[in-house]
């Protein structure tokens, strides 16, 4: 980067209305960017908001216009280190030209001021809720408690109705106009002064502040703050919860049943299988070829065997059958 403003002229100078308008420059009382108006009102209602409540409220003062100052400084840092002095890397200016199209920021800058307007509306709101408020308790009927909470609540906007909305008041209007583009200017010349005039050094600066410098380049350490605030407590409270409620309790109650099914399971295994089980199948088995042995005696293969057991079965079953029929007909007499 650096002297673009040769070869991209219409881009530097559409940036610097962005830069003039985010940085607030204008003609005090007279005209000006929109970010010029949207600042002037929050000083002016900061300033307000001062007067009303003293004390520590005039912090609210100090910082806007210290984020003015900051925001004037940075924004032409980036403009002056683009657009003007020499390039710095030739290669690249070599092959730098216009984009061909944009977006000219008009829409942006009007939300800034509707927002603006907003939010000084909701102000007057808040001031009108309190008188419209306290006019209702002033009537009798059976409203008054409502509208006592009403207008409490509308006490607690922004500060309370001791906010006043007088942004057109002179003793309001003209410090925080003047402080305003005043804070604005100084801005620019600071960026001036370091990255055109170079009448100080950036080495020199950095080492001046060099606290700040660390701080704002480590992005006050929100990184490691986040990661000792919120990361590892995150992860020892996860290795907690894993070696307590994990492994103490959800495994080793797991780990217990499975002992418990395990010492079941061979219980079953000795008494029921091997004892009960194996025992009767192997004794039916001996049984069953115990038999089959003593059957075997039968079976010599002689005719006249044969013969004499069919016989001798027959005359059994007859004197059977006849000792069955008379004891029969006997208990039916």
């Given at each position: 980067m650096g002297g673009l403003r040769h070869k991209m002229p219409i881009t530097a100078y559409t940036m610097l209305v962005g830069?003039?308008?985010?940085?607030?420059?204008?003609?005090?009382?007279?005209?000006?960017?929109?970010?010029?108006?949207?600042?002037?009102?929050?000083?002016?209602?900061?300033?307000?908001?001062?007067?009303?409540?003293?004390?520590?409220?005039?912090?609210?003062?100090?910082?806007?216009?210290?984020?003015?100052?900051?925001?004037?400084?940075?924004?032409?840092?980036?403009?002056?280190?683009?657009?003007?002095?020499?390039?710095?890397?030739?290669?690249?200016?070599?092959?730098?030209?216009?984009?061909?199209?944009?977006?000219?920021?008009?829409?942006?800058?009007?939300?800034?001021?509707?927002?603006?307007?907003?939010?000084?509306?909701?102000?007057?709101?808040?001031?009108h809720d309190c008188q419209f408020w306290r006019r209702k308790l002033a009537r009798p009927g059976p409203a008054r408690r409502y509208a006592r909470r009403q207008a409490r609540n509308a006490d607690d906007k922004f500060g309370g109705c001791r906010m006043r909305l007088a942004s057109h008041a002179p003793e309001i209007k003209v410090p925080a106009g003047i402080s305003a583009i005043c804070v604005a200017v100084a801005g620019i010349l600071?960026?001036?002064?370091?990255?055109?005039?170079?009448?100080?050094?950036?080495?020199?600066?950095?080492?001046?502040?060099?606290?700040?410098?660390?701080?704002?380049?480590?992005?006050?350490?929100?990184?490691?703050?986040?990661?000792?605030?919120?990361?590892?407590?995150?992860?020892?409270?996860?290795?907690?919860?894993?070696?307590?409620?994990?492994?103490?309790?959800?495994?080793?109650?797991?780990?217990?049943?499975?002992?418990?099914?395990?010492?079941?399971?061979?219980?079953?295994s000795v008494v029921g299988d091997r004892w009960v089980i194996d025992n009767f199948v192997d004794t039916v088995a001996e049984k069953t070829w115990g038999l089959g042995l003593s059957m075997r005696a039968i079976q010599t293969g002689r005719l006249r065997q044969y013969v004499m057991f069919i016989v001798v079965g027959t005359v059994v079953l007859f004197i059977v059958a006849s000792l069955w029929w008379m004891g029969a007909k006997t208990y039916a007499k």
């Open positions: 830069c003039l308008a985010i940085a607030g420059i204008g003609i005090p009382f007279v005209l000006g960017f929109s970010g010029f108006h949207s600042k002037d009102a929050i000083v002016e209602q900061a300033i307000n908001f001062g007067r009303a409540n003293g004390g520590y409220s005039w912090l609210f003062v100090v910082l806007p216009l210290l984020g003015a100052l900051m925001t004037s400084f940075y924004m032409f840092r980036l403009w002056f280190m683009t657009f003007a002095g020499k390039p710095r890397d030739h290669h690249r200016y070599d092959h730098a030209h216009e984009s061909a199209a944009g977006d000219d920021g008009s829409a942006h800058h009007i939300g800034c001021v509707r927002h603006m307007r907003g939010l000084v509306t909701s102000v007057s709101d808040a001031d600071g960026a001036l002064i370091v990255y055109v005039w170079e009448l100080v050094s950036v080495d020199t600066l950095r080492r001046s502040v060099n606290v700040l410098y660390r701080a704002t380049w480590n992005k006050w350490w929100f990184d490691e703050l986040y990661d000792y605030v919120f990361v590892r407590p995150t992860l020892a409270i996860g290795r907690f919860v894993a070696l307590t409620l994990d492994r103490g309790i959800i495994d080793s109650f797991i780990n217990s049943l499975a002992y418990i099914y395990r010492g079941a399971a061979a219980v079953v």
